[in-house]
């Protein structure tokens, strides 16, 4: 924790002793970051308290709404603490000085007791109904009832949902032009129209923050890269809902400098990423630097004549691409049959979205850009992959990722193979087949899958054979070692409910199982229907 958090936590009251401090702990905390919302919030406790009341209970620990004031210099504080006094189960907690809704969002987390814990705003500018969206994703408590869990497993797949990982975190998601305006590009896990309102296990969430850093705005895209990294890449789920029409009144405004800051987190965000990716550009050009001081006349060492080959495979695909020709064959070699362009792996995938640079500065450069920045990219994504599922170590993951890109054979098979040492593809295709295991979203991961490895094939055929068959070994060595946690892995994706299947896999499911027996199954259940199940339906 930074020193501005150490500071920010040393002004916390105590929350068993603060105003309105309840008792036990609570079933549900609603956390609500407030700068200069005095004008508003007294309405926004009204709503929550009705709300609440209405679906949770009127018992003392059923809810709890802690207010997290940022230092606010208007009458926020006192109207917080005129709400205490009238309910116990709203709370203040109030920062000494402004720090950025990340701080209060921090010390709002900490300061709650809840299970389960609601991000909003004081504006509630999505209303407090959306949470019946987002609650029954997040492992739905025993209590639950069953109208408000909808997506609950039946009872012979209770030990399929046991083996399944259930989100900790479920985000709300609009369409909102001004909220994806505003939002926070380029950070893995973060959609930048995601909202301020968000469910979570409240333990996780708590732990979480308190492992956060960042004071501004993009704590919300840390907090949810650390849970996804804590508890892997479906911690986290999305839901859409709706803004409301008409929120409580015009948000309070914070000092000037709000984008700069943002801007500032997010490199923060992303500064050990960004360097590790530094290195193995570096590294890569250390590696080149030869080719690179005398493009025109020097050649690799012990390159033979491949990379004059190379070479000439990227001038014959521009040439063929800028005349419109067949870039899958070419008559200048071969003649009168020519040659499959294909079979000698060309590497389309890269020399067509290069052309203008071969147009502009010729084969040679285009060649060691290849090289260059494939080795560094292949790097990079097998970092990524290594970081996001298997050690949590930055620099333990970028180690991982240089043995991969620039161990010794790697770095023999550089002097004119690019087609076996670009290889950035493959981290994203293994990251996407475990998805696929996942059972999440099938048919999107599945066609992602199936184009990453077409891409792929435009790259070289090679690497993506010899990837797929050291996966198939893992599988089967992981199905020998431990055959029960290995099915017990593959389960989750068989029970997947079929109300997440998209539409078109219901219609093709039904025309495979035929359109007579759907016939007979809906004559049958018509007719066992009666007006008392009706109802009860």
Excluded: K
């Excluded at 504006?123 to 009832?145: C, I, Y």
């Excluded at 986290?236 to 309070?252: I, L, N, Q």
């Excluded at 990716?277 to 006349?297: C, I, K, P």
């Excluded at 295709?429 to 184009?451: Q, T």
């Amino acid at each position: 924790m930074s020193a501005a958090n150490a500071d920010s936590a040393a002004t916390l009251p105590d929350p068993a002793t603060a105003p309105g401090g309840p008792a036990a702990p609570a079933g549900l905390s609603v956390v609500l970051p407030a700068y200069r919302d005095g004008h508003r919030i007294r309405a926004t406790a009204a709503a929550l308290r009705e709300h609440l009341d209405s679906r949770l209970g009127t018992g003392p620990a059923a809810w709890e709404v802690v207010v997290a004031d940022d230092g606010s210099d208007d009458g926020t504080a006192a109207a917080v603490l005129a709400e205490a006094a009238a309910d116990p189960r709203i709370r203040l907690v109030r920062l000494d000085a402004p720090r950025g809704r990340g701080a209060a969002l921090r010390a709002g987390v900490a300061a709650s007791t809840g299970r389960r814990i609601l991000l909003a705003d004081a504006g509630l500018a999505v209303p407090p109904e959306e949470l019946d969206r987002l609650e029954p994703l997040l492992a739905p408590p025993a209590d639950l009832p069953a109208d408000r869990n909808p997506h609950a497993p039946a009872p012979e797949a209770a030990e399929a949902a046991e083996a399944a990982r259930l989100p900790v975190a479920v985000l709300g998601r609009t369409g909102s032009r001004l909220v994806r305006a505003l939002g926070i590009p380029g950070v893995p896990g973060f959609r930048a129209d995601t909202c301020g309102f968000a469910l979570l296990d409240g333990d996780r969430a708590r732990a979480a923050f308190a492992a956060s850093a960042l004071d501004g705005p993009a704590v919300d895209a840390e907090v949810t890269r650390l849970l996804r990294r804590e508890s892997g890449p479906g911690a986290v789920a999305e839901v859409p809902v709706r803004r409301s029409a008409a929120p409580t009144g015009p948000p309070g405004r914070r000092p000037a400098g709000g984008r700069r800051r943002a801007l500032a987190d997010l490199w923060r965000l992303n500064a050990g990423g960004l360097a590790v990716a530094g290195v193995f550009l570096a590294l890569s050009f250390y590696l080149f630097h030869g080719l690179w001081a005398d493009l025109d006349g020097r050649y690799l060492r012990d390159a033979l004549q491949d990379q004059n080959q190379w070479e000439w495979f990227t001038g014959v695909v521009t040439d063929n691409v800028t005349h419109l020709r067949n870039p899958l064959f070419t008559t200048a070699q071969g003649m009168p049959d020519g040659v499959n362009l294909m079979a000698n792996a060309t590497m389309l995938g890269l020399n067509v979205p290069f052309i203008p640079i071969t147009l502009l500065f010729g084969e040679t450069v285009t060649f060691a850009l290849v090289l260059t920045l494939g080795m560094a990219a292949s790097a990079w994504t097998w970092y990524w992959l290594i970081r996001r599922r298997f050690v949590r170590g930055r620099w333990a993951a970028a180690a991982g990722g240089a043995l991969a890109a620039f161990a010794p054979p790697m770095v023999s098979h550089a002097n004119g193979h690019p087609n076996f040492v670009v290889l950035f593809m493959l981290p994203l295709i293994v990251d996407r087949a475990l998805r696929l295991c996942e059972g999440r979203r099938v048919v999107r991961d599945g066609v992602l899958l199936g184009l990453f490895a077409a891409y792929q094939i435009f790259i070289g055929e090679e690497p993506l054979l010899i990837a797929a068959l050291g996966m198939l070994l893992f599988c089967l060595a992981y199905l020998a070692v431990d055959r029960r946690r290995a099915l017990a892995a593959a389960r989750p994706s068989r029970a997947a409910s079929p109300s997440r299947w998209p539409c078109a896999c219901r219609w093709w499911r039904s025309r495979c199982t035929g359109s007579s027996s759907a016939r007979r199954a809906t004559t049958r259940s018509s007719t066992a229907t009666t007006p008392a199940t009706a109802r009860a339906h």
